[in-house]
């Protein structure tokens, strides 16, 4: 379901709403999800044009109000992509930087859970059903896809890589990425495990450009995927 921008009359309080059920969301999970919506609620507070629905800052300014290095940066805006909060609207390039926005939809869809420890009002305001009609700040959930996302608390490269390959084409994921199990790292490669011959060399040989893409996005360390049966 495309969900709509928070503007208009009471966008603000929308606003609002979408940064309580992200901090909510954050406190009641383990340091590590807590720290990577800390620093998107700041980022978004600080730097989201809301109007234009857009995110447009470069690593150096994100890292100077993170308090981290750039590296830190690109693989928690990696991690963010790979559970689905933010996406890539266009690439950066020389001269330019990446423009990102945001899943509200998917957001509110993975904080739902936490929504009736803030209270009553705030599930009435926040669910879909209770919107009135022709409301333009209304902000309904995403029709959730059928294959599930992949555990990212493990935090390797492979893993943040799954993401990002599910959030882009979750059926696709699902038929040959799901099933690959990350074997070792040797420098600058990486090396999977497919469940099968054909499997993996069906992988290496239409979709390796995309692998390797997937991880380098991730780890610019990476310099090679292979897929091993």
Request: charged residues 25%.
């Amino acid at each position: 379901m495309q969900v709509k921008k928070p503007v208009g009359q009471m966008a603000s309080a929308r606003k609002y709403d979408l940064l309580t059920a992200m901090g909510a969301f954050a406190l009641s999970r383990g340091k590590g999800e807590q720290r990577m919506t800390l620093r998107l609620m700041t980022l978004v507070t600080a730097r989201y044009n809301w109007a234009r629905d857009e995110l447009a800052v470069g690593q150096r300014e994100i890292a100077r109000l993170w308090s981290v290095d750039e590296r830190t940066v690109k693989r928690e805006m990696a991690r963010l992509r790979a559970c689905g909060w933010l996406r890539v609207t266009r690439q950066g390039a020389r001269g330019r930087v990446t423009q990102y926005s945001l899943d509200i939809g998917r957001i509110l869809e993975d904080t739902q859970e936490q929504w009736a420890a803030i209270g009553p009002d705030f599930v009435h305001r926040l669910s879909p059903q209770e919107a009135a009609p022709g409301n333009v700040v209304a902000m309904p959930l995403r029709k959730g896809a059928a294959v599930p996302a992949p555990d990212l608390s493990g935090g390797t490269e492979w893993a943040l890589a799954k993401g990002l390959l599910h959030a882009e084409d979750p059926a696709n994921y699902q038929t040959w990425f799901a099933g690959l199990v990350r074997l070792r790292r040797d420098g600058a490669r990486l090396v999977l495990a497919a469940p099968s011959r054909f499997h993996a060399s069906y992988v290496q040989t239409h979709l390796a450009a995309r692998l390797l893409g997937a991880c380098r996005s991730v780890d610019s360390g990476v310099a090679e995927v292979v897929v091993t049966a």
